[in-house]
């Protein structure tokens, strides 16, 4: 069983940075594959950025790849998305997601309760 908590939300201009935190509970954090998700409103929830129990593989939305940066923390059982040049469109709630599998996903099995994004123009 894994608990996660999101923070590092806000409000901030376009062109400026946020740092996303997701703690989690659970003693085997390190097994787990991490990953953040988004939702705008009226939209559907998609993926972001995604790493593994190790941290030798990131990967990346297309939207984000380039201004966002996924990290993990095992000892600290943490997990961090670095969203630096933010855009309005990055409007949104954004959700960190566990996944005893190799890879996060939509069906990932453990979910935070989300933290709002706000880029204003």
């Known amino acids: 069983q894994v608990q996660l908590v999101e923070s590092g939300g806000g409000l901030v201009q376009a062109g400026g940075s946020l740092r996303l935190s997701c703690e989690a509970s659970?003693?085997?954090?390190?097994?787990?594959?991490m990953g953040w998700f988004r939702q705008a409103p009226g939209k559907e929830r998609e993926f972001v950025a995604g790493?593994?129990?190790?941290?030798?593989?990131?990967y990346y939305a297309d939207s984000v790849q380039g201004r966002f940066t996924i990290s993990r923390d095992n000892a600290k059982n943490m997990v961090y998305l670095q969203m630096n040049s933010l855009k309005p469109e990055d409007t949104a709630v954004y959700y960190c997601?566990?996944?005893?599998?190799?890879?996060?996903?939509?069906?990932?099995?453990?979910w935070g309760q989300g933290t709002q994004v706000t880029v204003s123009s």
């Open positions: 997601a566990a996944d005893p599998r190799l890879r996060v996903g939509l069906s990932s099995d453990y």
């Open positions: 790493i593994n129990w190790s941290s030798s593989n990131t």
């Open positions: 659970g003693r085997t954090f390190s097994r787990y594959a």
